[in-house]
């Protein structure tokens, strides 16, 4: 079946890197992405990476998947007060689908 | 452009009360997408449509009816609300072709049941 999973919460210091995890298990999927969803708002892509990729990177965001163990992660470098947001985990199967996972919420401490 | 639109912003609801929460894109997108948002559940996919005169059920399309006359619009309609049904509700579109195009998300509904 399609499933995301990510944990639900993060706390980082300012000025520290932040690691988001996520394991997916549709294998299939061409593409991943990050989203950031700030309070009271919708979700906006932050980034995606194409399945035959195991790295990008995107001024302060780097992306690593590991495709043998269906892994996807996302670093935060110089982690800012701006940044605290939920990001959510999400696979592609098919053209007409979007799997999310739960979202991971990020909390900025000072 | 103005992207995708979602009204109202909120709204509280009776039990047994019938409101249809719209949703309209300006993008010429023929995905749509309902979702509704829990705390800590994620999304949820409602409903969607890959183009006019076409709907699908997602995960979660009980008490929920939608339509999709035009390219535009994707009406979500609640016929009989539930406090079960208290939620944040986003409506995304998408254009098709690549799966590297993402979703443009709404600013959402918020809706309560009483």
């Known amino acids: 079946g399609e499933d995301v999973e990510q944990s639900l919460f993060l706390s980082v210091r300012e000025g520290d890197s932040s690691v988001i995890n996520c394991t997916y298990t549709?294998?299939?999927?061409?593409?991943l992405y990050w989203y950031k969803q700030e309070p009271g708002a919708g979700l906006q892509l932050l980034t995606y990476?194409?399945?035959?990729?195991d790295m990008k990177q995107d001024q302060r965001l780097t992306v690593l998947l590991n495709k043998k163990d269906k892994h996807l992660s996302l670093r935060i470098a110089d982690t800012q007060t701006g940044d605290s947001a939920i990001y959510f985990c999400a696979e592609s199967p098919s053209d007409d689908k979007i799997i999310f996972g739960k979202g991971t919420r990020l909390h900025i401490l000072p | 452009n103005a992207g995708v639109t979602q009204t109202p912003k909120f709204r509280i609801l009776k039990i047994g009360q019938s409101m249809t929460l719209q949703c309209a894109q300006d993008?010429?997108?023929?995905?749509m997408y309902w979702y509704r948002q829990d705390p800590g559940m994620g999304l949820k996919l409602i409903y969607y449509s890959v183009g006019a005169g076409i709907t699908d059920k997602g995960e979660v399309p009980n008490g929920y009816n939608v339509s999709r006359s035009t390219t535009e619009d994707f009406p979500l309609r609640l016929e009989l609300a539930a406090p079960s049904q208290t939620s944040v509700y986003f409506c995304a579109s998408r254009p098709p072709g690549n799966s590297n195009q993402p979703q443009h998300f709404g600013d959402g509904t918020r809706l309560s049941i009483l």
């Open positions: 549709d294998s299939s999927s061409t593409y």
């Open positions: 990476i194409f399945s035959n990729m």
């Open positions: 993008m010429n997108h023929n995905y």
